[in-house]
């Protein structure tokens, strides 16, 4: 039987008209939510002036809960999930989201996935990563879960639809295990623990470029179905991109997940897929290499040399590369003319052996484990040794904590004891975009939006709850 995928008009971010449009869809479909139901959007950040386009919107969300509560009779729990992006406490993006209200006025529980105990899940593919993997107790426990993306181009992956909002399930101590060269598959690796068993995709106002902070693209529709592979390859159609260049949809495809190929799919609604593809023509992504992306008419210059692993030896796509991107686009929501304004910096990524012929008073940042370098700097001769470790060097039982505090103060206290040195070597694999910032900021000699007045007391107030229910939640859940 060929797997069902509806595309749905929607022009608007009204809670009930979405509400209709999605129980709508489950009857189509055939789905009934039943015993522990979580919704899962995707609020990898959110706030009203910084982020305002990255996140499943909260009257998305409250259709979505609205629908299954009218179609929930054997619905025993409803919950919405989520873990936001690296160090940002989820407490902080489900308020700015306006997720609380919604979550409050529904009588549904929030489940803030970054205080959750984890537990290892056992996986059996023989092209997994890893034996096992690490998910929230309430993810491996839950009998039905609600996938709720954001329609987002992504600059790592090219698009984020239902596989990729997966990444969104660990915490920091785990998520950023193999979310390097392996991040496609390590997506689909998170498929054998747990399945969406409906989704429904926020494909109202899409997400163009970059994920945290999108352009808007009005695509005004809802797309639905039951199956991960079938939805995503709608997607991909949708926006003129071919399913099997989407790497995580391809090998989650091939490992039997779904289908890939339009043909084993049918798909309905009421808007027919040439109608919406007509109107995506335009829709834009940011699938370019960093030493491409960053031009002469900027301060920033990107030196990229080769990878560590077999599969991916000219360019590390799931890490450090993406996540200076990302951050760049963070400083520019606070600064537009940042790469302009800021001192020149350098940028050097994987095993670079080229002379890096660096620009009066040019510094330079070597990111990342896998990066090394050696040569002339100042007069001086200097070696940048890379500690890359394989997979099967690093131990998913025994990651850092990756807290937020912890992270900030070391990598604060890294640049203060280089401030006089002309590099710095940031060290991770890969290194967030919280951390890009903070080396950017510092090398760069910009304000650091981490400490923007309008959040350093909310995002920090945030994170104590966090810290205080992690605890409970550790000793007790
Ligand atoms: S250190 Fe960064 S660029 Fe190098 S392999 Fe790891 S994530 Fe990729």
């Known amino acids: 039987m060929k797997h069902r995928v509806l595309i749905m008009r929607c022009d608007e971010y009204r809670a009930d008209a979405i509400a209709g449009i999605i129980k709508e869809g489950m009857e189509e479909l055939g789905v009934k939510p039943f015993g522990k139901t979580l919704l899962k959007p995707n609020c990898v950040a959110a706030h009203p002036e910084l982020f305002p386009h990255a996140f499943t919107r909260a009257e998305f969300l409250e259709g979505a809960i609205l629908a299954m509560k009218a179609k929930g009779e054997a619905v025993t729990e409803l919950g919405v999930a989520e873990r936001s ?14 997720y609380d209200e919604v979550i409050a006025r529904n009588r549904v529980r929030a489940t803030y996935l970054d205080e ?12 997994r990563l890893r034996d096992f993997i690490f998910v929230p107790k309430p993810i491996a426990e839950c009998d039905f879960l609600v996938n709720l993306p954001k329609f987002k181009a992504h600059p790592w992956t090219r698009l984020t639809l239902a596989l990729k909002n997966y990444i969104g399930l660990q915490d920091d101590r785990h998520r950023l295990v ?36 999108p352009t808007p693209f009005h695509m005004g529709a809802i797309i639905m179905g039951s199956n991960a592979c079938a939805v995503d390859t709608v997607g991909c159609h949708i926006v003129h991109v071919k399913p099997q260049d989407l790497v995580h949809l391809r090998m989650a495809a091939e490992r039997g997940f779904g289908p890939l190929d339009l043909s084993d799919i049918e798909v309905g609604g009421d808007f027919p897929l040439d109608e919406i593809q007509e109107r995506c023509t335009e829709f834009q992504f940011c699938l370019e290499r960093v030493d491409r992306y960053f031009g002469p008419d900027g301060n920033l210059a990107c030196s990229v040399g080769a990878f560590p692993e077999d599969h991916s030896r000219d360019y590390c796509w799931g890490g450090c590369p993406g996540a200076l991107q990302e951050a760049v686009h963070i400083f520019r929501v606070y600064y537009p003319d940042i790469l302009q304004e800021m001192k020149k910096v350098r940028y050097v990524v994987g095993k670079v052996e080229a002379p890096l012929n660096l620009e009066d008073g040019e510094r330079v ?32 039982h025994k990651t850092r904590s990756n807290d937020m505090i912890l992270k900030i103060v070391g990598q604060l206290w890294e640049c203060f004891k280089s401030r006089s040195s002309r590099h710095l070597h940031a060290r991770g694999c890969p290194v967030s975009v919280a951390a ?39 000793l007790f859940g």
């Open 365 to 396: 940042l070597f990111a990342g484990d896998c990066t090394s370098w050696q040569g002339n700097l100042n007069g001086e001769k200097l070696a940048i040794a890379g500690s890359y470790r394989t997979r099967a060097e690093v131990d998913a």
């Open 85 to 98: 992006g690296i160090t940002i406490p989820t407490r902080w993006c489900f308020k700015n989201a306006g």
């Open 116 to 127: 959750m105990k984890h537990v290892s899940v056992e996986l059996k593919h023989k092209d």
């Open 178 to 213: 193999d979310h390097n060269s392996f991040l496609e598959h390590k997506i689909v690796d998170l498929q054998e623990v747990v399945q969406s068993s409906f989704i429904a995709i926020d494909a109202i106002s899409a997400g163009q470029k970059m994920m945290l902070t």
């Open 436 to 474: 890009h910032v903070n080396y950017l900021s510092a090398l760069g000699g910009v304000k650091n939006p981490n400490f923007d007045p309008r959040n350093v007391l909310s995002v920090n107030w945030a994170y104590l709850q966090m810290r205080l229910h992690r605890f409970w939640n550790h």
